[in-house]
């Protein structure tokens, strides 16, 4: 199953993948040459499938929990102040996603859509101290009875694009499909203080299902 972010691209990947090797063959007489010029782009091709594949997965909704929002490693774990939303001090979990993760972004927790917001911005690496601040990235916050959460999109130096489908006053479930981010990067997390942070440094999480904080 592919995620629709991936249609056009694999579309273009399907014509470039044929029309390359039917020209090697009808032009290059070479049989090793032929070989490697569909040995390399059938490997390209697996590449983008496996980009934008989308994995059904399982999700406990469970209004106590905060489910990793994306695939991943855990790379930040710590105490920080959160201006842009809730002006206080926050427990920021990061997680960063290579290009060989799944890439879609899912709500952590259900809940009302307080805020949908884009900032434009640079495209320092994802593990840069600044990224949080300074990359292109989306801020969404989910809002419930027992918590509200922040979690952020950050575009990294492979990201070019974040796709964002979190609309304010919209109402999501723990899980669902929030956005797309292409080509590797990272999503920040802000909890409470004083949530019970179930995952440590290094740690591999997977996206609507892993629990990586309980309320």
Known sequence: ?????????????????????????????????????????LVFFILILQFFRNPKRKTIVDDNTVVAP???????????????????????????????????????????????KYHPGKYLVAWHPKASEENERTTVVVKNSLVEILYRQIAGALAKRIVNY???????VQGSDSGFIKFGSRVDVFLPLGTKVNVTLNQKVKGGESVIASL
């Open 1 to 41: 199953m592919f995620h629709k972010e991936g249609y056009r691209i694999i579309s273009i990947a399907i014509v470039l993948f044929l029309g390359i090797n039917v020209a090697s063959y009808v032009s290059i007489q070479i049989k090793e040459w032929q070989i490697a010029i569909f040995t390399l782009t």
């Open 70 to 116: 994306v695939d991943g490693k855990v790379v930040v774990i710590e105490e920080v102040f959160e201006k842009e939303h809730f002006n206080d001090n926050r427990i920021q979990v990061s997680i960063f996603m290579s290009p060989v993760n799944v890439h879609v972004t899912r709500h952590p927790i259900t809940g009302e859509v307080v805020l949908s």
């Open 166 to 172: 979190a609309k304010e006053g919209e109402n999501v």
